[in-house]
């Protein structure tokens, strides 16, 4: 009898706990819910909804004038507990690119509401990308369609919150020709070739012949001689996922389906196939199952925060 009492409130616990977690679950992963939406539903639960205070921190996010988000930005974040605003930091981003970032706060803060969200492209809403935790620690996101994103980051109501936001935006990849940059980059894509029959499915990267030629992901290798792209490699990462394309090459230094990590040196650059007696250059490529893909954002320098 003493242990089936003493059991009774563990039990009540763990139900309690079993519950708290079947409703985060429910309000996260089902509802897209963030934890701000979930203490707003807790003070309309509360009673509160009706009241002008609530009204306003409800509003604030909307009612936030937007900031701009260039290549790099930082922001010193300073909420008094005495007023009712948010703070909205928007960017427009494309496929290929990185999203990276760095909430820090002051010892003495409370808690904060900060999100990573999207816009839906056929209407003016958006959608939680992922929680923004404000733990010092550098946190990226891969965009894998062009679209509007926003940082919005709010106080619960009647709390201080005192930190600081850093963020960077830059390309997912790196770029696969050793040393080169971005003004080593012609033929972009898309540009009629061959009197407009067909168009440039990838970019040129000039540099000189024999440059080193790296891996941008882990994956496999696959080696093809001869037509338009002379000597190419073909580097897969999955069996579903894209494929980068090198060619023009002067040479392999990677075997024949060897795999090989991101940064290993698979080959030289050249100007086989159709480049032959042109400039030596990289065509680099990316195709997914939908087709060939701009590699350009995605082998911009990788973000770097300050």
Known sequence: MLVALWAKPVWRAQAEHTSRLALSWLAHDVLGWSDRDIYAARLRLAGLGDTPSVQRWQAAPADATPVGLGARHSADLDFADDTIRAAVYTLAAERGQQLAWRLT????SAGLFATLERQDPAADTWSLVTAVAADGEI???DVDAKARYRFVLQPRLFEAFAGRL?????GQLGMPVA???ARDIGGGFGVARDGGARRHEGIDIFAKAGTPVVAVVDGRVSHRNGGLGGKTIFLSSSLTGPRYYYAHLSAYTSDDGARVSAGDVIGRVGNTGNAAGGPPHLHFGIYSRGGAIDPAPFIAPRPALR
């Open 139 to 141: 946190h990226r996101v």
């Open 166 to 170: 850093v963020t960077a935006r830059g």
């Open 105 to 108: 706060s002051d010892e003495t």
């Open 179 to 181: 040393g080169a940059a």
